[in-house]
């Protein structure tokens, strides 16, 4: 019973975040209000004389425009298109009235300009250097960063003592709510965004942002574009993340560091489950190229997102502390695509230090307590040592999670199941796998685990011609022996479909049909006032779902 009520519940959350009123396509900033004071700064001002409430008049260092916000009041501070500063924001302790009312920092355009925004960018100095960093006890609350430029200008990837001391576009180390980035770029930092530890962190909100190579080298286990503690209410909508954690113009000597680098790390263990990175809403994000993975340790609800050319794609759960009873996660509508190895090894077997690269897999669940896991579409695997979608015994396991509809196609691994635990409460209900190759479309690591899957529905094939292409233990066996479906094939309209195929459908020539022109184009194209809707997400999740005779769904 508890798996249907799962299922309905994270159906009806996936129709809201759809057809709600918080979707990054209609992010706009709020009118200012009566008693707003709007600040100008521009970088080509001879100085700081003018008193910065006109353009004329503007000031021209962020220090100085920032001395003219009032913390409580719903202020602008206004960077001039186009400009470039040397200079950070510093500690930003100011907050903005409430939730309707926030305090903005933002761009400001001449009279009459048209075409996409030239961001302004604030291009942070040093190894260690913050664009803007919010320390100390005083909480910072309804604020609202839209269409800045951060990057970092000198980091080289090589953080000073720890990795704490890696340079960042934005860190929020003070008590938060209601801070909402929008349109905004976060290039060439050891993480882009960071946020914390205690104390608590409410309601931080990411929106069609461009997180674009932020990375690390050496002897670290991080590296990301977002790196999350105490990040209760986290959402993340439509942006682009692309090469989490690594920089192919800049590798890593250290190569077995980079399974710990990722596009995004919710954490889970920093503290009790109020203050910990529960209920996080990840909502169609592009990701493309991450050294690793993107890990959800404290659960997550991930809704038409796209994962391309990665080795590992997301993973939910997979940590104990303080939720040792499992975390929940709900995982719809998503596409997996173009898998690959991870960088080899430069240490021989048998070195501390060695790894095995290869890789390939598609999505992971390691201690969940409940959860949904619906029609997303596993396609074209790359990678040498395959997993499709992947259930692991390892902490508390995996329990109560409803896998429906969901389709692997071209992946080289279906859905497995590690451990010998009873009672586990897996469903497997209409899901269709196709393997090019002779391995199992489905497998259980040991028959004890059979008490504890069930479901119907299921159609399954591979290259075996004896139909047998489910594997319990060390026997093959198939789907109507368990009582789970058939062998069979699922007669899928157009398979074959691909991101280069959906470049081909934008008019683009051969040499263009590729995922990696696809983000060069989805960048280029997102800008502040012009995000060309082509390369949402979305879209390409629905040219997916269209070759695989599935609806669309929400634009």
Known sequence: MKNYI??????????????????????????????????YV????????????????????????KNLMRSGYPDRMLLKEGGVWYES???????????????VISYYRDPGATGGVTRPRINVPGQTGTGLGMWGNTAVKHLTIYGLDFYGQNWAGVPGAQYGDAAAGIAIHAPTENINIAYSVFRNFGT??????????????V???????NYIIGNYTAGAHIYAQSCAGFRAEENIFRRGGWNPANLDSETFYYIFRRAFYGQSDAGSAGTNCNGIKWIKNIHFDGASNDQFRAGAV???????????????????????????????????????????????????????????????LDNVSDGVVRENILTI???????????????????NVSFIGNIIHNWKAGFSVNGNQTNLGLQYLNNKVKLNDAAPTFRFQNQTLMSGISGSGNIAMNTQSNGNNVQVGNNMTNLSALGLGQTGNPNFSNPNVSVGGYMATLGYTATNQNSDKFVDEAIANSKPESWDDRF????????????FGLPPRGQ
């Open 207 to 213: 929106f069609r942002n461009i997180f674009d190579t």
């Open 192 to 205: 882009g965004l960071v946020l914390t530890n205690t104390p608590v962190k409410k309601s931080t909100g």
């Open 302 to 364: 991930a809704i038409g997102n796209a994962w391309i050319k990665y080795a590992m794609g997301p993973l939910f759960g997979g940590g104990v502390t303080p939720q040792g009873g499992g975390v929940h996660a709900t995982a719809m509508y998503n596409i997996i695509t173009e898998g690959r190895d991870m960088l080899p090894s430069n240490y021989p077997v048998g070195h501390p230090n060695y790894h095995d690269h290869r890789r390939g897999w598609g999505m992971s």
């Open 89 to 103: 924001f510093g500690n930003w302790t100011l907050s903005g009235r409430k939730k309707a009312e926030p305090m």
């Open 536 to 547: 949402l997400a979305i879209k390409l999740v629905n040219y997916f779902r269209g070759g």
């Open 6 to 39: 799962v299922t309905a519940f994270a159906f009806v959350l996936s129709a809201l975040i759809f057809a709600g009123n918080a979707k990054a396509g209609d992010f706009d900033l709020p009118t200012p209000s009566s008693d707003s004071r709007i600040v």
């Open 42 to 65: 521009n970088n080509l001002m001879p100085n700081d004389n003018g008193n910065g409430l006109t353009p004329a008049t503007a000031k021209r260092t962020l220090a100085a425009a």
């Open 381 to 399: 695997n790359n990678g040498t040592l395959p997993s499709g979608i992947h259930a692991s015994e390892a902490n508390s396991g995996v329990r």
